[in-house]
């Protein structure tokens, strides 16, 4: 398989840039989170309140492995996907990863008022940081290609498509 992954940050527009890129290419689009969702039958935010991050951790696990031996397609990630090593490693072996890194006041702005991210249900912008700091390092060692996401997403999903033809 040759997929070109998508992960950064929450509100680093990884669904919206992949479904974009996916129809340029003409190609599968795949989002993991929404797979998810398919899967549980609920929402990730109700799955997280409901089950806990840990049983979210594991239904991403078995959507990484299995989008992974599907057809060459874009995929969208959810924004943790990188902080198991076993997704990091399905990911490479299937494809490219790049990293869609913004700003983190972009960032704040587009995830501002949304319900469906647990993780900064209690903390807000100073969880979404904290979040965004202890990951920059785990993002980069895994990105095949960093792609600055700060742009409108016709900017973005051009610099993806051109990251990718170089690689
Ligand atoms: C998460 C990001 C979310 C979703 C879940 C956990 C994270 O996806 O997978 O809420 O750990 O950053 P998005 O990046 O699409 O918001």
Known sequence: MDHIWLIGMMGSGKSTV?????DRLN?????????????S???????????GERTFRDLERTTIAEVAALPSGVV????????????????KSSGTI????ADIEVI??????????PLLADGGDLALR???????GVYRAAADAVV??????????NAVEAACSTL
């Not at 992949?18 to 996916?22: F, I, M, T, V």
């Not at 995830?111 to 991210?117: A, H, I, P, T, Y």
């Not at 600055?148 to 999903?157: C, E, F, K, N």
């Open 76 to 91: 969208a990630t959810g924004g943790g996907v990188v902080l198991d090593h076993r997704n990091v490693e399905a990911m």
């Open 148 to 157: 600055d996401a700060s742009g409108s997403i016709d900017d973005v999903t």
């Open 108 to 117: 704040a702005s587009r995830v501002d008022g949304s319900n469906q991210r």
């Open 130 to 136: 904290t979040i965004a700091d202890e990951r920059d």
């Open 27 to 39: 190609c599968p689009f795949y989002d993991t989170d929404a797979d998810v969702e398919e899967e």
């Open 98 to 101: 790049v990293l869609l890194a």
């Open 18 to 22: 992949g479904r974009l890129l996916a």
């Open 41 to 51: 039958g609920t929402t990730v935010a109700e799955v997280f309140e409901d089950a």
